[in-house]
């Protein structure tokens, strides 16, 4: 039994007895937290609680081989572990509780995630990468049940990259694939779909992730009979086992979760198979307990027997292993009460330092604030009412920052109607105080790095004397194949994306150049192809995600929304993961290929861009200004637009289309005609025809929903024409409606309207097959053009007369 830094010969019984004194000294301060934290949530002091509790003797032994640069990938139950690396103290865990908003005091996400959420800084603070190699790491936690299985898949995938790709400067990132992704999960989340799709994936890609079964038998109150086929996770999975064949597969062990010897040797097999062989393996750890329940939120007593309860206290690890080191005379039940006892004062200590760290800053605003109240009491018609509040704000023991703001805006309530110092004084404070906490809970949805998106400075297109019309797909390849020359770290993935080159042709022949891992085909398995790239961008390389059809997004969207979208977010700006997002929709036929589902998708995944091109070369622009950028991106290509002739550019991997930028592809001075994507065309052509009875319509492409029209261009051309529709093939509140809330309540435009603001939408249903199906279900020429004669009938009934 020996930890990552001792040495492989034999250790002398006083040194390893200090190990195993050392590792029961975390066990014991990691149950203390749990239990203090329980007590410090029943009394009001934080939110809600979910420990680790029962499950501490497991992480000790997996701290033990966890090396620098290895990466975790877990759920809410690994604060042992997090203490065994250096990643948490007492103080940190209280703070985490509480939602304390410094990140020096709380690093895992500043008071934004509930307590048991746990992150390593990854980024400097200038949003640059630290080197990875040289600190152990931790992915942010997410809540959703199973949520952290497909980034694992990635974490563990860029091992196996940075070990057989060539080219890439891996220095801050990788020592020749060495590093392992250790994930874990409750035996109950096993039933999770996530999972087995995790769980499959990696046994086909043979990386080097290993799995941590946490088995204590239930989820909430849910028993394992009715979680897991044969009410065992490592049983079901045996015909994963690898052999001795050429069947790649997994290395299984099953271990008892309260046997201190028996999970270090576990530990270390487990650990040199995955980082030597690139083998995935899991380690089902069983006959753990959870002596408080579930979470705060209620109590085992209420679904478990008095015999399971019995049996638990009996088999608690912190308890075993205490029999243990007495039994094996490591120690004496007198030595290990006197630790248990100091243990119990240095929680108690570290719980009282987080909370007078957490209320210190509201405490000194409360001291700001009164006399502010004093004097716009004295100065005030409604003086009683206003000490009143000043009254209660003070004698509030745990005041938070809300009651200042609270008793502030009430008080100028109060003053209405009156002017005097005092009351804009009082107006000043609530500014100031608003201005400097909000940022608090809402910064770093996007990146504050110099590597903002938004800072890469446009290149146009430039074209030659015998620049050829080609397929537009020729143009995507042609970039793609310079992005790949450009950038050794650049790699994409997905559904019939190598061999074939996808399944439009854009990454024809770009296997056979670039390798199958680089340009790599994947198993129908859209949420960890999403996990793939996540995992793979939070360790320093640039991957492409490829998922064939915007409907199959679906698929992802989770992912998407709960894990990438609020990474930066969630960390506040101590990880990224810059992936790029491929997909192609819109205009074609059928319920299950033609979706365009951009309402649901711009509400699920704010922090990720939304990036619509209307055609190749927009496209490939795109690609080529996130890859400069370190944000993440999704990019839909119009799915009609690969056999459509584009010019080829002749600086194919460098011209760069900017992000939240609209573009007049038509001038009018009627009206504004708003659209994006494959649906463009239908408007432009709409827009001729209307030219012939006499409209002269304005046609603007959006190019980005995430962001949306930096410039507020799309108000300058209402301005002009005084009337405005929005085309889109979403269902009816969906992205035209966003687009419409954008330019009426931020761009104001409605200043500027002599019509109401009208949408054109596809029906409520989803497109039926065939091109009758797509006619009747989405937007046609004839359906834009007769929306706008419509319009232009109101304004001037002489000139259009009604159609019918």
Known sequence: MQSETSSKSEISFEDFRAQVVSDYKLAVTSRECSLLGRREVLTGKAKFGIFGDGKEVPQLAWAKVFQNGDFRSGYYRDQTFMMAIGALNIQQFFASLYATTNIEHEPNSA???????????????????KNLTQQKNSSADISPTAGQMPRLLGLAQASKIYRNVTGIDADKFSRNGNEIAWGTIGNASTSEGLF??????????????????????YGISVHARHQTTKQNISEVLKGFQRDKGENN????????GWDYPALIETYENASRIAREEHTPVLIHVQQLTQPQGHSTSGSHERYKSEARLQWERKHDCNVKMREWMIATNIATDQELQEIEKDIKKQVRDGKKAAWEAHMAPVKNKVKDVLPVLQRAAESSQNKSFILQLKKELQENREALKKDILVASRKALRYMRGESSPAKQELIQFIDKYTEEVRPQYSSHLHSTSKYNALNVQ???????????????RLVLRENFDSIFNKYPEALIFGEDTGEIGDVNQGLEGLQEKYGKLRVADTGIREATILGQGIGMAMRGLRPIAEIQYLDYLLYALQIMSDDLATLQYRTRGKQKAPLIIRTRGHRLEGIWHSGSPMGGILNLIRGIHVLVPRNM?????????????????LIVESLNGYRLKEKMPVNLGEFKTPLGVVETMREGTDITL????????????????????????EVIDVQSLLPFDLNQDIVKSVAKTNRLLVIDEDVPGGASAFIVQKVMEEQNAWRHLDSKPQTLTAKDHRPAYGTDGDYFSKPSVEDIFEKVYEIMNEVDPAQFPQLK
């Open 249 to 256: 597969g997994y290395e299984i062990f099953a271990v008892n």
């Open 111 to 129: 008071g934004r995630q509930m307590g048991g959420h746990f992150a390593t800084h990854s980024l400097e603070e200038d949003g640059t990468w």
């Open 674 to 697: 708003v659209s994006y994507g494959s649906t463009l065309r239908l408007v432009e052509q709409a827009a001729k025809e209307l030219q012939e009875v006499g409209i002269d319509a």
């Open 196 to 217: 087995w799709e995790t769980i499959n994936a990696a046994g086909v890609l043979q990386v080097p992730m290993v799995m941590n079964v946490w088995d204590d038998e």
């Open 458 to 472: 446009p290149v146009a297109a430039s074209y030659g004397e015998d620049s050829k019309e080609v397929d537009g």
């Open 617 to 633: 070369t927009k496209a490939a622009g795109f690609y080529n200004t996130l890859l400069e950028s370190d944000e993440p991106a």
